[in-house]
């Protein structure tokens, strides 16, 4: 994957702007380091061999507070970047890279696995559902969300209480 790193960014930088994500350049910069490095790992769907579509993934210990009872010190999976090619939205790449995500993290013995979007982003939650994530909180975040209701909703894929 870290000889793919370039065509990740272009693609990350040419087709995942929209009003809903937030995507500054030093912490673009330090997800790409992660992927360079093996600490995230990527999926990513190809077409005439080109990347056309790119999903991030890594263990993470950031979302402790959401974790089911006597798991708040277990280590969960987190989603990153789910970007998909103007061109071949609309045919569940997304979701079906989402799913392998998903797959890998399990894999790897992460039970829990999160996934953060803007709240409004009806085309990410529609895709995350498909994919077996549910919304379990939306929080005021005016830092990374400078849009309509400026929240960010978060969603567990894994045992639901």
Do not use: C
């Amino acid at each position: 994957m870290p000889e793919q790193i370039g065509e990740i960014l272009a693609l990350i930088r040419e087709h995942g702007p929209n009003p809903w994500n937030f995507l500054p350049d030093v912490e673009l910069a330090a997800h790409l380091s992660a992927i360079r490095r093996g600490r995230t790992q990527a999926v990513v769907a190809l077409h005439d061999g080109e990347i056309v579509a790119v999903v991030t993934f890594e263990p993470s210990d950031a979302f402790h507070r959401y974790q089911p009872s006597g798991r708040e010190i277990e280590w969960q999976g987190h989603v990153g970047e789910v970007v998909v090619h103007r061109e071949h939205r609309g045919q569940g790449l997304g979701t079906r890279l989402l799913k392998a995500a998903v797959a890998r993290l399990l894999q790897m013995g992460l039970i829990e696995i999160y996934v953060e979007r803007h709240e409004e982003n009806e085309g990410s939650a529609g895709m995350m559902r498909k994919a077996g994530f549910l919304v379990i909180d939306v929080f005021d975040d005016p830092r990374r969300r400078d849009v309509g209701s400026r929240r960010t909703a978060v969603s567990r894929y894994g045992p639901h209480p």
